[in-house]
T-cell receptor, first 114, second 114 residues
């Protein structure tokens, strides 16, 4: 079973629009960590955020915000006033204490059109 | 400045010809990982080193080997590349093992097999 689901394969928005990238996860652990990474065309996966399962506070960092809801097992990512430089593939990932790897979702490819 | 450096960025090899990909890190992290990422897919963990302790994922083909001569360097050896091994190979590091640890990625090496 897929531990992390990113149902949106590709999204296109016009510059300055807001966009939300969905992430749904599945785990039986009560302690776990969720991550978002950005992969621009250059290929490097860039860390954006880490959130532990006990901290349900939403987080805002500049134009980025994250909405963590344990009740729906979701960890959605919103970009406000999108810019062309936001064009990338975004991966959501889950890390469980029993293992040592990230369970990545399949990624959402975001294209911001100028 | 890049903290996880992968060389080369692009590698072309012939079917069956051994190839080695290189990764170095300036973070002094204990753990180094190798991922394989095929087009439009999530990164897939091949193996990781915790210090000198090698940990292979169960489904990693025997064709893939790794060496970590010291803390800073880790190599991925593909003994007999097949066409199906063409992919982006990502190296990552983390300070320690466990779900809390952020993984920092290099820019990747894109391998082509002719």
């Amino acid at each position: 079973a897929q531990k992390v689901t990113q149902a949106q394969t590709e999204i296109s928005v016009v510059e300055k629009e807001d966009v939300t990238l969905d992430c749904v996860y599945e785990t039986r652990d009560t302690t776990y960590y969720l991550f978002w990474y950005k992969q621009p065309p250059s290929g490097e996966l860039v860390f954006l955020i880490r959130r532990n399962s006990f901290d349900e506070q939403n987080e805002i960092s500049g134009r980025y915000s994250w909405n963590f809801q344990k009740s729906t097992s979701s960890f959605n990512f919103t970009i406000t006033a999108s810019q062309v430089v936001d064009s990338a593939v975004y991966f959501c990932a889950l890390s469980e204490p029993t293992g040592n790897q990230f369970y990545f979702g399949t990624g959402t490819s975001l294209t911001v059109i100028p | 400045d890049a903290m996880v450096i992968q060389n080369p960025r692009y590698q072309v090899t012939q079917f069956g010809k051994p190839v080695t990909l290189s990764c170095s890190q300036t973070l002094n992290h204990n753990v180094m990982y190798w991922y394989q990422q095929k087009s439009s897919q999530a990164p897939k963990l091949l193996f990781h080193y915790y210090d000198k302790d090698f940990n292979n994922e169960a489904d990693t083909p025997d064709n893939f080997q790794s060496r970590r001569p010291n803390t800073s360097f880790c190599f991925l050896d593909i003994r007999s590349p097949g066409l199906g091994d063409a992919a982006m190979y990502l190296c990552a590091t983390s300070r320690e093992r466990g779900s809390t640890n952020i993984q920092y990625f290099g820019a990747g090496t894109r391998l082509s097999v002719l």
